[in-house]
Every structure is written in C-alpha cells, then in structure tokens.
C-alpha cells in the first residue's frame, strides 16, 4: 500500500461493492486480525481485552452491512447479549461469538 495508485485503485468486491483497494484491506484484513486476536487470546488463555475505541468503531462500521455480512457466509448468527453489555461483547456477539 506504499504506492498510493494502488492503494487508491477501485475494486468490485462481493457483497461490499466498489471502493479503493487501500479501504478495503482496511475494513476486510484489519478487522479480520483484530478480532481473530480474541479468538487466539481465548484459546490459549490469554488476556481477551480488545481495544474498547477499535471495538466500537468496527461495531459501528459493521451494523450498516448487516444483511451483506450475514450473506457472505462469513459471519453466523448474531449471539443475544443484553442492552447494557460492554463494545467488546456487543461487537463479539455481532459476529456471531459468545464472549
């Protein structure tokens, strides 16, 4: 991504639609190992804490694609967490894992 016309170039992604390149390694990658450090965390014993800002700007980020992320075959189901739960359950519990 160091070279800013690639990082710029627009791609058709499944289930996303048309953004740059550099956006879309962001929303898809990041996220990805953000919250695949949790899993990693969990099954090794380690502390579970995510970042409580990242948390709620990828909850945030997430809730409007609902629909398109359920489709994708990526996510299961939403996991019930009660309305005063913390960012991280609630992101957790959004893609489908009970913290």
Do not use: N
């Not at 800013?4 to 992604?13: K, M, T, W």
């Amino acid at each position: 991504m160091d070279d800013p016309a690639i990082a710029e170039r627009e791609h058709d992604l499944p289930h996303l639609g048309t953004m740059p390149l550099g956006q879309a390694i962001d929303m898809i990658y990041t996220g990805d190992v953000f919250l695949h450090r949790w899993d990693l965390a969990r099954a090794t014993g380690q502390d579970e804490a995510l970042d409580p800002d990242e948390c709620a700007e990828m909850l945030a980020g997430m809730l409007p694609m609902d629909d398109a992320l359920r489709q994708s075959g990526h996510f299961g189901p939403r996991v019930p967490v009660p309305d005063d739960a913390d960012v991280q359950a609630k992101l957790l519990a959004f893609v489908g894992r009970a913290a």
